[in-house]
C-alpha cells in the first residue's frame, strides 16, 4: 500500500481517518489446529483497533492457508490454554 492510500484512508468500521501502517498478527483455524501468522502488513485504526489488509496481503494469506500451514514451515509454536464455556471454574484461596 502506498502511503498517499494510507494518507487519505478512513476506517469502514467507525469512520476515523487516525490509522498507521503497521505489522500485525492474525490467528487462522485450519481444520482442527489454530494457527497464527505474524508480520501482516496492514493499516490499524487507532481509534476502534480495526485491520485492514490490501489485495496483495489477502491474496498471501489465502496462498498460506491453501498451503495447510505446514508444521515444518512454522517460525515457532506456543501452547494455547483452552477453557470449556459454563464449566464451573475453581477459585483458589488468596488467605
Not at 15 to 24: K, T
Not at 46 to 71: K, S
Amino acid at each position: 500500500m502506498e502511503i498517499d492510500e494510507v494518507l487519505s484512508f478512513s476506517c469502514s468500521n467507525c469512520g476515523s481517518v487516525d490509522v498507521h501502517a503497521s505489522r500485525v498478527r492474525s490467528a487462522f483455524w485450519q481444520d482442527d489446529r489454530l494457527v497464527v501468522v505474524v508480520g501482516i502488513p496492514a493499516l490499524v485504526c487507532n481509534l476502534c483497533g480495526e485491520q485492514f489488509y490490501d489485495d496483495a496481503t489477502a491474496i498471501g494469506l489465502d496462498l498460506l492457508r491453501g498451503d495447510g500451514f505446514p508444521p515444518e514451515a512454522a517460525v515457532h509454536s506456543m501452547e494455547v490454554p483452552v477453557f470449556e464455556f459454563g464449566k464451573p471454574r475453581t477459585t483458589k484461596n488468596l488467605t
